[in-house]
């Protein structure tokens, strides 16, 4: 299937960026797949029979197949596997199976008859589909990929001759999964050992998980591969982290001893144990070496996964972006996900980023997907974790092949391994392993497992573990001796506690600005925090302003959208009137003529919920696209404009985004939500990531939040990005005297012109470190005459004001006696208010722009050229338990107190609600009224 994929590639029509669908896409080899012959046809109908029989022990074996090591899934007889349901009795009876069952490689005399006896057949089928791995195919829409599978495992290889066959497990292969093996359960001993009363999450039971990555880690390198973006949860990571990512076992052991896992000098505070990261290079035998990247993750099962993607699409956007054609999407970076067997079914985040697989924008050519299944969830058992036979059944949402293996079989794991990376290069498309295991020790390891599960835990009790049931079959084998096995684990034992004496000495380290962040600085260092000039030549942003809306010839857009071309053209030739969809596309087109690349993401952000932006345009006639900002022959700019219009998806495409942010300093990317209080369902992803990825993990970002905000009768849902929420997650000082914003966690805005949008978003890029910025959008001023700005505004020696004084009452402030603070789009309603009832010198009005950090120098300048003041009032349209009230009224009274203002800060809005606004007009207006009368009351 062919993948849309619009980013920055050049049309056909005068070098003019157009909606290419080839782009970075690596369409699969030509299978060597013939269409049946006619002697084959013949052959099929005439054992139609035998083509039933055939096709549903391919459709139907993995529900037979021995992949439960503790043989606990209730499974009923199979009656589709049995030849006699086909009326196929004779054991002896010979068949043609040409063109039905797979015996050797294709175009090796194809035509000629190959004739089995119905035992043979039975034999062959059961031993392919009926063993200890399961398949799942059958179910793909794709005639391709079904064939790809059946020949692969009937005939033990892939189609084309160039092809190597499956990876043979030789003895060589078998030391190094037991070396894997064995060190994981030394590992997991030597911590209850030394540290009983340590939730440490070990892999006791699921120990084949670490032979399946190392396998998947070489195939991967093997075939190209040179980075993999790796998320996981928190079950054997450690093990993971210390047994293959070359995490030192030192640095484990000061960690879970109370120590830092991070230089204290940095400020950060960490994260908890089972959150540890390492990104190792590492080599197996190929030309390139392979690194790898362990992300970090909350304890929100699965939310690591969006994130990922990002990360792995960001990545080879800019491998794509300077090398396209010798490097397709998906040749050198891969995406492997880990999930748990019940957060895999029951977390909505899953079926979100499953979503984004193939999506234009998304897709990053396929990822692997290891499930470890331990056919529990935390103490409730598979019956009550979900309604599908399979924990992988979400997987076929999008038709994703699906492989279940025991774990108690490695060798069988590492095969399935190599069968999911062969099937993922092939095709860029997603698989799923689904490793079923189990868990010895429970959740952790101070819960009793036996008082909820007590037949599991019977089982699990009185049979030996994985590692131990391997040793015995290389025993037996010949592979390895008695001898052999103790060296692995005491050679193991003995590492372990020479790295636990060194914990005293042990200093941390970190390495945080490496890569494409080398020449970024951290925050809080001492003179990192600076405001640079943002401010553009006004030819640029004339050019591009008019680049913006460059149509091509014969390309016909909307009718109504003549008069948005004209408007825009009109603002910029006078240099005034300039709208927020104008400013926005000067300020990316002038990030991109400097090298930056801007990525926005978001239901309909290409027209814009608001029909305001049309960045890209739709040819009437034809349908097709063009992004004008991305035509060379217009604007010529290095940087590139992606417009992702995305799925119906809050959480993991804001994931998604905030994962591209931390791969490319040098790309500005922006999630829009369609309404602001749409972000709650995202909420997971600004919790434990964009508002606290910095002080856990030394993580920087510029992600942009773009959240439409203002009460304006839209009713409950649609009026308030809980900006209160925004800025409760800040760590923003209630200290006075602090005039350093450098350890501010992320920035919170509420702009009330085009031209502080405009800084906005050039600030993000124009400083040398990121921080996330939360923007509380305009909904009613996008078109709002008064609302808009100059190209004055926006030229050299201009930057975004973090503090608005009132124009009007600066030129007599001795006059003013109430001085009214606010932030937000109320300002136009209180500016035409306050003309009404002839206040002009009587009310300044204030806007605070930034309201985290919050700019108590700026501000405290500004209030004091009021001298005459006698009143100070904070007004906001939102609730008094909502909008900015919470967060500004402490901090303006402690300024105000310092200037030794006697008279306290009133506040004037709604009274505390329930909901952000009333879904009744009537009520609406009512309070709007009050709050505007309010504001003036007593004068």
Known sequence: MLRRIQVVVRGASRGRCYHDESFGYRKPREYVFPDYTQTQLDNRAANASLLRYVDSMRTHGHRAARIDPLDLIQREEVAALFPGRYGLKEEEARYNVNGILWTKRVGEQGDEAKWWTLGEIRRHLREVYVGRIGYEYMHSPSKT????????????????????????????????????????????????????????????????????????????????????????????????????????????????????????????????????????????????????????????????????????????????????????????????????????????????????????????????????DNNIGYTTPASGTRSSMYCSDIGKMINAPVLHVNGDHPEDVVRAMDIAFRYRNYFRKDIIVDLLVYRRCRHNELDLPGITSPLMYEKIAARQSVPQLYEAKLIKENVMSEYDIGAVRT???????????????????????????????????????WDPETGVEGDVLRRVGRGSVAIPDGFEIHPKLQRHVKNRLLSIEVGKGIDWATAEAMAFGSLMLEGYDVRISGQDVGRGTFSHRHAMLVNQKTEGVIVPLNDDEVLGAPGRLELANSSLSEMAVLGFEYGASWERPNLLPIWEAQFGDFFNGAQVIIDTYISSSETKWLKQSGIVMMLPHGLDGAGPEHSSSRIERMLQLTNDRYDVDSSEPAGINMHVVFPTTPAQYFHLLRRQMKRNFRKPLVLAGPKGLLRLSAASASLADMEPGTRFQPVLDDPMAAKHKEKVKRVIMLSGKIYYELIKARHDRSLDQDVALIRIEELAPFPFTVLESVLRGYTNAREWVWVQEEPRNQGAWGHVGCRIESLLERMGVEVRLRYVGRRESAVPAPGIGGIYQRQQGEVLGGAFEGM
Not at 206 to 229: C, K, N, R, V
Not at 516 to 527: D, E, N, R, Y
């Open 145 to 372: 990929e079904r064939l790809w599978f059946s020949h692969l495992l009937e005939s033990q290889s892939l189609p084309s001759p160039e092809d190597t066959p499956l990876t043979a497990v030789d003895e060589q292969k078998k030391k190094r999964i037991h070396e894997l093996l064995a060190r994981s359960e030394v590992f997991d001993n030597f911590l209850q050992l030394k540290f009983p009363n340590l939730k440490r999450y070990g892999l006791e039971g699921g120990e084949s998980m670490l032979p399946a990555l190392d396998s998947l880690f070489s195939a991967a390198s093997q075939g190209g591969i040179q980075h993999i973006i790796l998320a996981m949860p928190h079950r054997g990571r450690l093990n993971l982290l210390t047994d293959l990512l070359k995490f030192s076992p030192t640095a484990l052991f000061h960690k879970i001893k109370g120590g830092s896992e991070v230089p204290e000098y940095l400020g950060a505070e960490g994260d908890v144990l089972s959150h540890l990261v390492a990104s190792p290079t590492l080599d197996y035998g190929s030309q390139h070496p392979l690194k790898v990247s362990l992300l970090p993750n909350p304890s929100h099962l699965e939310a690591a996964n969006p994130v990922a993607l990002g990360k792995t699409r960001a990545k080879q956007f800019a491998l794509l972006k300077t090398s396209p054609a010798e490097c397709k999407l998906g040749d050198k970076v891969l995406c492997v996900q880990l999930h748990g067997d019940a957060s895999f079914t029951g977390q909505g985040v899953v079926m979100e980023s499953l979503g984004l697989s193939n999506l234009p924008h998304f897709t990053s050519g396929g990822s692997v997907h290891l499930v470890v």
């Open 491 to 529: 050679t193991y034992k003995a590492h372990l506690e020479s790295k636990l004496a060194k914990v005293s000495s042990y200093e941390p380290t970190a390495s945080m600005l490496e890569g494409q962040w080398a020449g970024m600085v951290w925050p809080a260092s001492t003179g990192a925090w």
